[in-house]
């Protein structure tokens, strides 16, 4: 986006910006930081001299002025400079040939180590290299005209020329020589700066990241050779959170880059907490979106009330994207039915918890321990809500916020780092800044998607409470986060350590009744128990979008003998006191069983198989959306679906030659080894 901006305003901005990804970069330049100098500059070459055949006007200009500005990029690239004004062109496609032919040789036969050992008085010069493994090169750089192609024959490239240009860039002190060719630039285009643009910087192996570092160390420094400018060039990197780039010290690499001070660091993530701006930004993608590509001409919200079936279910899934314009169109794309030509709240509610199942925390990228952390921080903030939600309760109004931000000693921090670099968990110490935060720790938020998955806010009030409590919560410096360290007291001393699954989180306990107020709920509920514990007490899910019921000892037991156990689906009356919910009767809910008629068994497991034979392992949550999609809408209020449900129901089934794995939140299948 900002490239093209630059590239299309060029004649007013006279800004050049020059854009590398390195994720175009193969993984063994990446691993080598010779490889990733030469490959990196001679990039960085390539698109400067690209623009700048774009635009002639430079012509126009005092012709001393661009011969000298030419010799001395010539030089600086190690290249021949002896110009004259009618060769000008011919000098100009000779240096990006040159940079195109080394890109080509580096992708094929030639190494950083055969370019350290030329020397400019060993070169000799060889016989021009094809036009034809030129043009191979330009995959690199876009397509090449048919009418430049005797210009190209006549530039004069031989090998020794390209080696030369190679052992110039492949030195330790390359990037000052990039520099010098900068400065040269801006006198020929009479620039105000070139913006370097280098895109997935911390994709490079640690030892070619401190060549970027060095580069961009270098760019603070560089000052303007043109009278009446300061500044050559900028630089904007993009760059993954702190604990998965590599970035250098002083005491071992001569030299240190420091985010803050050696450049200003900016979040490419929209503030949840900034509710109307958030909105605003996600509506004008969407409906500019819908007109560029459906040529749609309503506003957004005919848009919303076409596609959306409500108001509410579009905004949950901008809370759900967590300010990531990828995770929205990801959720959206995901919860579209062809068959209604709409997105409802149920599908939204699947695609969110197959998104976080098989991306946010997909267990190929994440550990164990990553998981543990994970179930604990749901644990620490939905028992912080559920305190929240009594209280408000209790004072008839809403005093405190319910939210997603929990405090973290700096010690601990380390423990986040996956985390952060999957989104499951989000920094947001940039927020502090609205108010001397009452924390004196740092800030994160669960991914808001993680949290509705969870439930670490009831789901029927979950858009409705983002919008009112999310804002609340940097404007009072996070007083009501939640804290990741347990408390001291030597009975609530748990840890994320003590709390591997989020099945097996221990939940408040109801006092006795006698002195307690209650508020009974008459209506039966359907759920499932989710954990039972050593005591002989337990606790269900409830499928009403609140939090967890406490399930007394007495009515467990009974259960217990019925020959119930963990995930066996339920239906109970629930009563509420300040501590939680606490079941009242509660019974073995057996229609699941009874409406597995032998047809829909051998449709379910025919999916199961089908879903295997595409990919292996299958995650519950995929299983679930297939049969949605499969069965329709009517199996959304039965117990089918759910981390306890959905595990009963393939119990039910008795598959010989399935495993399934339900030691992560993120639960899946597999087939057994024959």
């Known amino acids: 986006m900002i490239q093209r901006y630059h590239l299309e305003n060029f004649k007013k901005t006279r800004v050049l910006p020059a854009y590398v990804s390195l994720a175009q970069l193969s993984e063994y330049v990446k691993r080598d930081p010779d490889e990733f100098r030469v490959q990196l500059y001679a990039r960085i070459v390539d698109a400067c001299i690209e623009t700048l055949e774009a635009n002639s006007d430079f012509r126009d200009r005092d012709q001393g002025v661009l011969l000298e500005a030419v010799r001395g990029m010539k030089r600086a690239l190690g290249l021949e400079a002896t110009p004259t004004f009618e060769d000008f062109t011919k000098e100009i496609i000779q240096i990006r040939a040159c940079a195109e032919e080394l890109l080509f040789q580096l992708s094929y036969d030639l190494t950083a180590k055969n370019l350290k050992q030329v020397s400019s008085a060993t070169l000799k010069e060889k016989k021009g290299i094809s036009f034809l493994a030129r043009a191979s090169s330009l995959l690199f750089s876009g397509s090449l005209s048919r009418a430049k192609e005797s210009e190209f024959q006549e530039s004069g490239i031989n090998e020794g020329t390209v080696q030369m240009l190679g052992s110039r860039l492949v030195h330790n002190n390359a990037a000052e020589f990039i520099i010098r060719f900068l400065q040269e630039i801006q006198k020929i285009l009479d620039l105000d700066y070139t913006l370097i643009l280098l895109d997935e910087c911390s994709e490079a192996s640690a030892d070619a990241q401190i060549e970027i570092f060095r580069f961009f160390k270098a760019l603070r420094g560089c000052t303007s050779t043109v009278a009446e400018k300061d500044e050559c060039a900028f630089f904007v990197g993009t760059v993954y959170p702190r604990g998965e780039t590599n970035y250098p010290d002083r005491d071992t690499y001569g030299f240190s880059f420091e985010p803050g001070q050696d450049c200003t660091v900016e979040f490419i993530q929209w503030d949840e907490t900034d509710v109307e701006s958030y909105l605003e930004f996600f509506e004008k993608m969407l409906i500019n979106r819908a007109h560029a590509i459906l040529g749609y001409e309503g506003d957004v919200h005919a848009f919303v009330r076409e596609y959306f079936d409500s108001d509410s279910t579009f905004r949950l899934a901008i809370f759900c994207a967590n300010g990531i314009p990828r995770r929205f169109w990801e959720i959206v794309r995901r919860a579209y039915d062809g068959g209604t030509n709409k997105i409802s709240k149920n599908r939204l509610k699947i695609a969110t918890q197959e998104v976080v199942s098989e991306q946010i925390l997909n267990h190929h990228y994440l550990s164990d321990e990553d998981q543990s952390v994970v179930q604990y921080i749901v644990k620490i903030i939905t028992q912080r809500n559920e305190e929240s939600r009594v209280k408000n309760k209790e004072s008839g109004r809403q005093i405190l916020p319910q939210g997603v931000y929990f405090s973290i000693l700096p010690r601990n921090s380390v423990k986040l780092s996956k985390l952060i670099m999957q989104g499951a968990v989000h920094d947001k110490s940039r927020m502090k800044a609205r108010k001397h935060s009452l924390r004196p720790h740092p800030v994160y938020a669960l991914d808001v998607s993680l949290a509705y998955a969870f439930r670490a806010i009831p789901e029927r009030e979950f858009e409705k409470v983002a919008a009112r409590d999310f804002p609340r919560a940097p404007s009072n410096g996070f007083a009501n986060a939640a804290s990741f ?190």
């Open 485 to 674: 360290e347990p408390p001291k007291s030597k009975k609530q001393g748990q840890s994320w350590r003590k709390s591997p699954n989020f099945a097996t989180v221990e939940l408040p306990r109801a006092a006795p009744e006698t002195t307690l107020e209650m508020d009974e709920t008459k209506e039966e509920l359907i759920g499932y128990i989710s954990q039972i514990r050593k005591n002989g007490s337990g606790a269900a899910f409830v499928n009403d979008g609140g939090p967890f019921g406490y399930i007394p000892k007495h009515l467990l037991t009974a259960l217990l003998e019925q020959g119930a156990e963990e995930g066996t689906p339920v239906r109970l009356t629930l009563r509420t006191n300040p501590k939680g919910r606490e079941a009242t009767s509660i019974k073995v809910f057996d229609e699941l069983t009874a409406s597995l008629t032998q047809t829909r068994r051998e449709e379910i497991v025919k999916i199961i198989d089908d879903l295997l034979d595409e990919s292996d392992p299958v995650m519950l949550t995929k299983l679930a959306a297939r049969l949605r999609s499969h069965f329709g809408d009517v199996v959304t209020g039965t117990v089918w679906f759910g981390y306890g449900r959905m595990s009963r129901l393939l119990v039910e089934l008795d598959l010989d030659s399935v495993k399934m794995d339900t030691t992560t939140a993120n639960a899946f299948l597999t087939k057994k080894n024959q």
